[in-house]
Structures are given as C-alpha cells and as structure tokens.
C-alpha cells in the first residue's frame, strides 16, 4: 500500500466509525500498545479500550437496552477529562477513536471540534454494506432486540417512511462524510475502505496517519479477541428466544442487566468456538440487492465528493453472495453454548449477589452504627462498679459531649418540671 | 402417629403435597399434618445433624438447627387429634440411634410407613437427584460406580442406604415392632394405591389426599437426556467455581436454572430419555430380589406385590451416546431461570437495602459555636445512654483526670 501523509503534529486523529468496520481492531490494538504509542509520538488518552463513555456523554446520549428497566445518563465528566487530557498533550498526536462519533447530530460534532480546541482530521473505516447486515442485526440483538432477521430487514430495507431507524444514520455513508467535510473541511477527512484482499490496509492507513512504524498496530495478536466474533444460527436463535423472554419484564437496572446479560451471558457464549460446520448467518439475495443498491449510490456520491479515499470505493458496494432465502432457525443448540450462556449469566448473577450482600452488610453496620454511640443502660450494682462500667461503656464520648448532653438533660428536665408545677392564681 | 419415613423417589413429594394442600380437610377428619411446610424436611434434617446441601467441601451446607425438631415434637405433642402424620423421605435411612431418639422424642404410638418401587426404573431419576446436587459424572460413571462392584462406593453411601431395602425396615421394625411397620409397593398399573394406602391408615375418606390437582408437579418430572447432559457439563464449572456457596447453587442455579427448564417446557415426545443399560438395570434387580426375600421373612405388613421391587424395568443394551445439543427452548428456560432467580435474589437484598437506609438514625446536628447547638449535639449523640451512667461516667472520668493531676504533682 503507497504511503498516506501523516496528519500535522499535534493534531487529533478522530476515529468516528462506521460500526463493525475495524473500529474494534483499531481500539483494542490501540489500548493495548498505549505506552508504545507514547514513546512514539501518539498519545491515546484515558484507559479504556475506547472512548466511548466520552462520546456518549458528549451527545448527552443515555446508555441503555431494550430489556433493562431505565437507562444510565453518562456523566458529562467522561468528555471534560477527555478534553483535558488532549488539552493538556501539546506535544503528541492524539488518537481518539469510538463508533458513534460519525452519527452525532451536526451540533454535537461542532462541539466535539471546538472543545478539544486542537487540529481535527476525521478518518471514516467503512466496509462492503451488503455483508454488514448480519452482524449488524446481530449488534440489535445483543442489546435485547427480538426481530428475526427477515422482520429486521423488511424492517430496515423495505419499504417504509419516515422509520428513522439507528441503521439509517449507520449506513449514510455519504451523508456523514457530508457532516464532518462540512465541520472540519473536507480536505481534513479521510475514507479508509476495508478489503478482506487486504487486512493490513487497516493498521497500516492508521500508522501512516499519525506517524508511527508501519506493522506496529498491525502487529498485535487480536486472535484471542472472540468477544467480537459473529454468532452462529443457533446462538442467535437462542439469544433472540431469550430476549423475547426478557422483554418488559427483568426488572433489572441498566448496569445490573449490563453485568448478567452482555458482561455474563453474552461474553461467556462468544468464548465459545464454534465448530466450523455450525450453520452462520445467511441474508436473503434481495436484501443483498436492495443494501448493495443503496451503497452504490453512497459510492458515486463520495467518488463525486472528492474527499481523500484510501482504497477502492468500490468494494463497498461490490455484489455478495445470498441465499435466496432465510433458513428455517434452528430448534437446537450446542451444548456448549448453552452452557456457556447459561453459566456466564449464573456467573454474573453470583457476583452480583455478592455485591448486593456486601451493601447490604454495609447498610445493616450503618443502620446501627449511625451514631456514635450505643445504648448504655442504668448501672448496677455496687457504686464503685457502676462508676467503672459507665467509664467504659462510654470511652468512645469525649467527656466535652458528656458534659454538654448531661447540661443539655438537665435543662430539659428543670424545664418540665417548671412546666408540670401547678401555677397558682392570685 | 403415621410416620412415612421414604423411600425417596417413590411418590413421596405428591403425597406431600396432597396433605399439606388438605391440611385442613385431614384436621377436620382428626389428622395433624404438623408445621406449614410441605413436607417435614427440616426436622428430619435437624434431628439427624445432616447437612442440607453439600455435606463436604469449602462451600458444604450448615445443619439446620434443632429447634426445627424441637418444634415438631411439641406440635405433636401437644396435638389432641386421634392421629399424626408425619413424612420425611430420608427418616428411612437415619441411623438406628436417631431413628430411636425420633420414636422416644414424638412419645406416641408410632407407626411407620415406607413407600417403595421397582429398583431399576429408579436408577435414572436417582442419578438425576445427584446431578441436582452438582455431580459430574455422567450416566454409565454413576451406574459403574454404584453398581459396578459389591462393595458400597464411598462418594454414594446415600445410594447405599437407599437401596438396601430389607435393612431400613429391620431397623425399623426393630424400633417400633413389625406390627407396627407397613411397607407399600408401589404399582405403575394402580396408580392410586399410594394415596390410598394413606387414606386407610389414617381412616380418612378415600380421595381426600388422591383428587389434589397439583401444581409444581412438572418441576418434578425427569429429564430429558440433552437436559441432564446441559445439568452435568455446567455442575463441574459450579462445583469447582469458589464463590458458588450452596446457598447460591440452590438458589441461582437449582431453583433457578434446573427448575426453570423442568417446569417451563414440555420436552417433544421424541426427545431421547435416560435409561439405564441392560447390565444396570439387571444388577439393580438382582439386589432388589435378595431385599424382597428379607422382607417377606420380617413379618412386616405389605401393601401391593413385594415382587414387582425386583423386576426388571425398561432398559437399552448399550448406553446411547452423549448428546452434544440441546434444544434452543431448554436453554432458554436454563438461562432465563438464572435470570429471574437472580432478579428476585438481589431485588429482596435491594429492598432490604433501602429499608435500612430509611431507617438509619439521622445524624448527630452541626455545631455553629453556640452553647446552645453544641448542647443539642450532645443531647443527640449520648442518646440511648442512660443519664445515671451518664452522670456517674463524668464523675469516673473526673476522679482519673485528678488521680493524674495529683501524681504528676508529686513526682514533680
């Protein structure tokens, strides 16, 4: 792959998506290099893998899914660290990178710019739209959708008006390059296409763009990385049976359905490896046609745009092969994956158990500690005795609070004297 | 007094339920049916200093405490209807010494009753009972192990008891008489005899313990072999897993997963059952029939054919293979029953939580330097101390304070 020009020093690179197009790579690879990228002149701030609690909060966007009763406001601090963290690098480039950032309405991304206060370059990832469908109803999935996928994709690729579904604003390819061209100038965004032909043009496009060594984020082992795999027809058949079960009634908090279901169950089950004559997947040729159609139209509009390409355009809209039509789902499951979901949402529910005790622990020490002091009955017994265990049922009172209490009783009990004497008249 | 003391796996939790759902009717008919649970589970339990749950290991269950036999026998003691009944599955097999103490401590005229069935059809539902509790081996390992030599496997000494027959009723027999000692076979083609056998023992009308429409009673149903398969694979993870108490397995995973996944679907007719090979079948009726001679020899009264405990039940000549799927619905209802035992679990904890939150005693007031609010704050914050300790605390702390002073000024 030729060489693309680096982005000027101490500028931010800002990964805005597209979903389930490389982003994961870039991040996990990313966060997992971040001393490495330090040493070589990149800074990717914060700790996590990506920047997604940033992006969220930046949008005022409410983490949530289907099944969880509630949902959970992202705290605006997660962007003002961010922030201040890019503000604070003067030196470095900076990486920031999560998926939603391409789908911010056109204020929000205005505000992005303006407050990490630095040069912007924008860089899409995007793949072949027609092969994105099943892992992208599979995504809907895993936050507690309960479509099968030919009622997702009447849904999304039929005819309809005015649905303004978050797949829409997922697949405008040429409207989001639209947006960003517009907020950060076109010459300052970059369209990198994938191509399975060749895997490296990912990490390498990045590499160049921010300086680094060719093979540096490439060179990271995400094999192990299964929590990002495809599931097979069974599992999501189960999923969705699950979800269907689910729906309305877990009565749940967001982070503690979050914890069972994604964090547990889910993480558990993509553990699994699938056996390689496990059915996958499979869309419908006329949904293939329909999404490759509407890609080809993206296709032109970004050819026609101008914007800096790195790859063939083309291959986003390039025909996939379908079936004509979906397979019956299937009525069995692995074993293993099964107890694979089974066991990591009994996992998740173990520790939440225990968390749930320990603040209940916590409660019940409060409920009875919440003052300082403890009941102390009348002494008894001989005085000397009764002066001993008074001093020490009472050593953790400094004698100021003694006396203060012991002056606040007797007041207390001159007044109600004075108040129950019978007051004679004259 | 009726004392149905087992065996497991013969009916006996039907009955139970018949007669706790009647409670009334059989008080009515002049029959105590003791306590409020459904069966006298926890007293048998207690009397026994048996642990309920995992009896070894770092997470084993606690013995219940003895009150909950204490409890039983005060109720029966007190009773002033003409008769008790009594049920427990596991009083059959209790060691003489605590069968003894349980006739001395109820202080009646004691009669007991035991339920059994034909020996080889258990095999399977009492593998199934092991797999509820967390073991790991599958079928065949078990038969080999329990089945396999003469002598009784260490790891199943319950197995052991349980189907040594003719020793459980000489031992009770020994204790309360053989006249005193009825044993009932059950019969697949009379279904009825259970509850009957009951309802002449306890001179009760027929059909008040047999018409119960039971609800429950599928939680109870066998399970398939893709589901006791699921059940095997996931107890290693479980049993191995430190943070699983019995508590949680019981709750999360038993009443939760296992549960959920018996009651909540009804399993295709073709899906394939658990029956025992050939072999196994044969071994477990050839022990039954030396027990069904023992017993004829005891003088015990029996109800039903003592044969019919050692024929030979359906069985297939070479254990089928594991299964390696599942059908989607089992593991839904598998998961989801986690899923609602969790929420219900940490829901209670939450309410508990925020129950004692509201409930925690305000904190001590600020002080502003005023005598006055410094007067308040103490007035809060001794509160619960008596005023003669509070007054005689000061008074002790004064005579240290001086006792000091005086010593430091001598030595000076």
Same mark, same amino acid.
């Given at each position: 792959?030729?060489?693309?020009?680096?982005?000027?020093?101490?500028?931010?690179?800002?990964?805005?998506?597209?979903?389930?197009?490389?982003?994961?790579?870039?991040?996990?690879? #990313?966060?997992?290099?971040?001393?490495?990228?330090?040493?070589?002149? %990149?800074?990717?701030p914060g700790d996590r893998?990506?920047h997604?609690l940033a992006s969220f909060a930046v949008?005022?966007?409410?983490?949530?899914?289907?099944?969880?009763?509630?949902?959970?406001?992202t705290d605006e601090s997660h962007w003002t660290g961010l922030v201040a963290e890019v503000r604070a690098e003067?030196?470095?480039?900076?990486?920031i990178?999560?998926?939603?950032?391409?789908?911010?309405?056109?204020?929000?991304?205005?505000?992005?710019?303006?407050e990490l206060?630095?040069?912007?370059?924008?860089?899409?990832?995007?793949?072949?739209?027609?092969?994105?469908?099943?892992?992208?109803?599979?995504?809907?999935?895993?936050?507690?959708?309960?479509?099968?996928?030919?009622?997702?994709?009447?849904?999304?690729?039929?005819?309809?008006?005015?649905?303004?579904?978050?797949?829409?604003?997922?697949?405008?390819?040429?409207? %989001?390059?639209?947006?960003?061209?517009?907020?950060?100038?076109?010459?300052?965004?970059?369209?990198?296409?994938?191509?399975?032909?060749?895997?490296?043009?990912?990490?390498?496009?990045?590499?160049?763009?921010?300086?680094?060594?060719?093979?540096?984020?490439?060179?990271?082992?995400?094999?192990?990385?299964?929590?990002?795999?495809?599931?097979?027809?069974?599992?999501?058949?189960?999923?969705?049976?699950?979800?269907?079960?689910?729906?309305?009634?877990?009565?749940?908090?967001?982070?503690?359905?979050?914890?069972?279901?994604?964090?547990?169950? $889910?993480?558990?089950?993509?553990?699994?490896?699938?056996?390689?004559?496990?059915?996958?997947?499979?869309?419908?040729?006329?949904?293939?046609?329909?999404?490759?159609?509407?890609?080809?139209?993206?296709?032109?509009?970004?050819?026609?745009?101008?914007?800096?390409? %790195?790859?063939?355009?083309?291959?986003?809209?390039?025909?996939?092969?379908?079936?004509?039509?979906?397979?019956?789902? *299937?009525?069995?499951?692995?074993?293993?994956?099964?107890?694979?979901?089974?066991?990591?949402?009994?996992?998740?529910?173990?520790?939440?158990?225990? #968390?749930?005790?320990?603040?209940?622990?916590?409660?019940?020490?409060?409920?009875?500690?919440?003052?300082?002091?403890?009941?102390?009955?009348?002494?008894? =017994?001989?005085?000397?005795?009764?002066?001993?265990?008074?001093?020490?049922?009472?050593?953790?009172?400094?004698?100021?609070?003694?006396?203060?209490?012991?002056?606040?009783?007797?007041?207390?009990?001159?007044?109600?004297?004075?108040?129950?004497?019978?007051?004679?008249?004259? | 007094?009726?004392?149905?003391?087992?065996?497991?796996?013969?009916?006996?939790?039907?009955?139970?339920?018949?007669?706790?759902?009647?409670?009334?009717?059989?008080?009515?008919?002049?029959?105590?049916?003791?306590?409020?649970?459904?069966?006298?589970?926890?007293?048998?339990?207690?009397?026994?200093?048996?642990?309920? =749950?995992?009896?070894?290991? *770092?997470?084993?269950?606690?013995?219940?405490?003895?009150?909950?036999?204490?409890?039983?026998?005060?109720?029966?003691?007190?009773?002033?209807?003409?008769?008790?009944?009594?049920?427990?599955?596991?009083?059959?097999?209790?060691?003489?010494?605590?069968?003894?103490?349980?006739?001395?401590?109820?202080?009646?005229?004691?009669?007991?009753? @035991?339920?059994?069935?034909?020996?080889?059809?258990?095999?399977?539902?009492?593998?199934?009972?092991?797999?509820?509790?967390? $073991?790991?081996?599958?079928?065949?390992?078990?038969?080999?192990?329990?089945?396999?030599?003469?002598?009784?496997?260490?790891?199943?000494?319950?197995?052991?008891?349980?189907?040594?027959?003719?020793?459980?009723?000489?031992?009770?027999?020994?204790?309360?008489?053989?006249?005193?000692?009825?044993?009932?076979?059950?019969?697949?083609?009379?279904?009825?005899?259970?509850?009957?056998?009951?309802?002449?023992?306890?001179?009760?009308?027929?059909?008040?313990?047999?018409?119960?429409?039971?609800?429950?009673?599928?939680?109870?149903?066998?399970?398939?072999?893709?589901?006791?398969?699921?059940?095997?694979?996931?107890?290693?993870?479980?049993?191995?897993?430190?943070?699983?108490?019995?508590?949680?397995?019981?709750?999360?995973?038993?009443?939760?997963?296992?549960?959920?996944?018996?009651?909540?679907?009804?399993?295709?007719?073709?899906?394939?059952?658990?029956?025992?090979?050939?072999?196994?079948?044969?071994?477990?009726?050839?022990?039954?029939?030396?027990?069904?001679?023992?017993?004829?020899?005891?003088?015990?009264?029996?109800?039903?054919?003592?044969?019919?405990?050692?024929?030979?039940?359906?069985?297939?000549?070479?254990?089928?293979?594991?299964?390696?799927?599942?059908?989607?619905?089992?593991?839904?209802?598998?998961?989801?029953?986690? @899923?609602?035992?969790?929420?219900?679990? $940490?829901?209670?904890?939450?309410?508990? $939580?925020?129950?004692?939150?509201?409930?925690?005693?305000?904190?001590?007031?600020?002080?502003?330097?005023?005598?006055?609010?410094?007067?308040?704050?103490?007035?809060?914050?001794?509160?619960?101390?008596?005023?003669?300790?509070?007054?005689?605390?000061?008074?002790?702390?004064?005579?240290?304070?001086?006792?000091?002073?005086?010593?430091?000024?001598?030595?000076?």
């Amino acid at each position: 792959m030729s060489p693309v020009a680096p982005i000027p020093a101490g500028g931010v690179l800002l990964h805005v998506g597209m979903p389930k197009s490389g982003t994961t790579a870039i991040q996990r690879a #990313a966060s997992q290099l971040r001393t490495e990228l330090l040493e070589h002149g %990149v800074r990717y701030p914060g700790d996590r893998y990506n920047h997604s609690l940033a992006s969220f909060a930046v949008a005022e966007r409410p983490r949530k899914a289907t099944l969880a009763t509630g949902h959970k406001k992202t705290d605006e601090s997660h962007w003002t660290g961010l922030v201040a963290e890019v503000r604070a690098e003067t030196e470095r480039r900076v990486l920031i990178s999560h998926e939603f950032f391409a789908e911010h309405p056109a204020e929000v991304c205005r505000r992005v710019v303006a407050e990490l206060d630095r040069e912007v370059h924008v860089v899409f990832t995007m793949r072949n739209q027609a092969s994105l469908l099943a892992s992208t109803w599979q995504q809907y999935l895993k936050s507690g959708a309960t479509w099968t996928f030919d009622e997702w994709l009447d849904l999304v690729l039929g005819d309809r008006t005015g649905a303004n579904h978050s797949f829409d604003r997922r697949t405008d390819l040429s409207g %989001v390059v639209d947006k960003w061209g517009g907020i950060v100038g076109l010459e300052n965004v970059t369209v990198v296409v994938l191509d399975r032909a060749e895997p490296d043009r990912l990490t390498d496009t990045f590499e160049d763009l921010l300086d680094l060594p060719r093979s540096l984020l490439g060179a990271v082992d995400l094999s192990g990385d299964h929590a990002n795999r495809s599931f097979v027809a069974s599992e999501i058949e189960l999923l969705r049976e699950l979800n269907l079960a689910l729906r309305g009634s877990t009565k749940l908090s967001w982070s503690q359905f979050r914890e069972l279901y994604r964090g547990g169950g $889910i993480f558990r089950l993509l553990a699994r490896e699938p056996g390689t004559d496990e059915a996958t997947i499979a869309t419908p040729q006329w949904a293939v046609d329909e999404m490759t159609a509407r890609a080809r139209a993206h296709v032109e509009r970004l050819a026609a745009s101008g914007v800096r390409v %790195v790859g063939d355009l083309e291959a986003l809209a390039r025909p996939v092969r379908g079936v004509p039509q979906t397979p019956p789902a *299937p009525t069995q499951v692995p074993l293993l994956a099964a107890r694979a979901l089974a066991l990591g949402i009994l996992e998740g529910a173990v520790e939440l158990d225990a #968390a749930a005790e320990a603040r209940h622990r916590a409660a019940l020490e409060r409920a009875t500690t919440a003052r300082s002091v403890r009941p102390v009955p009348a002494p008894r =017994g001989p005085w000397r005795t009764q002066v001993r265990t008074s001093t020490r049922a009472t050593q953790d009172v400094p004698a100021r609070v003694l006396a203060q209490a012991l002056l606040g009783r007797t007041a207390l009990r001159l007044r109600s004297l004075v108040d129950r004497s019978p007051r004679t008249k004259d | 007094m009726l004392l149905h003391v087992g065996l497991p796996k013969t009916g006996t939790t039907a009955l139970q339920n018949a007669a706790a759902r009647r409670r009334r009717a059989l008080l009515e008919h002049g029959v105590l049916y003791p306590g409020t649970h459904h069966n006298h589970s926890w007293a048998s339990f207690a009397v026994a200093r048996r642990r309920r =749950g995992w009896g070894s290991g *770092p997470n084993k269950a606690a013995v219940p405490p003895i009150s909950h036999w204490e409890d039983l026998v005060a109720e029966v003691r007190a009773a002033e209807t003409r008769r008790v009944l009594v049920s427990h599955e596991y009083f059959a097999e209790h060691s003489a010494t605590v069968c003894e103490r349980v006739v001395r401590d109820l202080d009646r005229d004691v009669h007991v009753v @035991f339920t059994m069935r034909n020996q080889s059809s258990l095999l399977s539902s009492t593998w199934q009972e092991y797999l509820k509790n967390g $073991i790991t081996l599958d079928f065949p390992q078990w038969l080999e192990a329990v089945l396999g030599s003469d002598e009784d496997p260490e790891q199943f000494r319950a197995f052991a008891k349980r189907t040594a027959l003719s020793d459980s009723v000489a031992k009770w027999a020994r204790i309360v008489g053989p006249e005193r000692v009825t044993v009932a076979v059950l019969d697949k083609d009379n279904p009825s005899l259970l509850t009957e056998t009951f309802e002449s023992l306890l001179d009760v009308p027929r059909g008040l313990l047999g018409d119960v429409e039971l609800s429950g009673a599928r939680a109870n149903r066998s399970m398939t072999a893709p589901e006791a398969e699921l059940v095997r694979s996931m107890n290693a993870d479980l049993r191995g897993h430190e943070d699983v108490s019995w508590d949680l397995f019981r709750g999360l995973y038993r009443l939760g997963a296992i549960t959920s996944m018996l009651s909540e679907r009804e399993p295709a007719p073709d899906e394939p059952r658990i029956l025992p090979p050939r072999w196994a079948a044969e071994a477990a009726a050839a022990r039954a029939r030396g027990h069904v001679e023992a017993i004829a020899g005891l003088g015990v009264t029996v109800v039903g054919r003592l044969d019919d405990l050692a024929a030979v039940g359906p069985s297939i000549p070479e254990p089928e293979p594991t299964p390696d799927a599942v059908p989607v619905q089992a593991a839904r209802e598998a998961t989801l029953g986690t @899923f609602w035992s969790a929420a219900k679990r $940490i829901g209670a904890l939450e309410e508990q $939580i925020a129950a004692l939150s509201a409930a925690a005693r305000p904190p001590v007031p600020a002080t502003d330097g005023t005598v006055r609010s410094h007067v308040r704050a103490g007035l809060v914050a001794t509160e619960g101390i008596a005023s003669r300790a509070l007054v005689l605390a000061l008074l002790g702390r004064v005579a240290v304070r001086t006792k000091r002073l005086l010593r430091r000024g001598r030595r000076a």
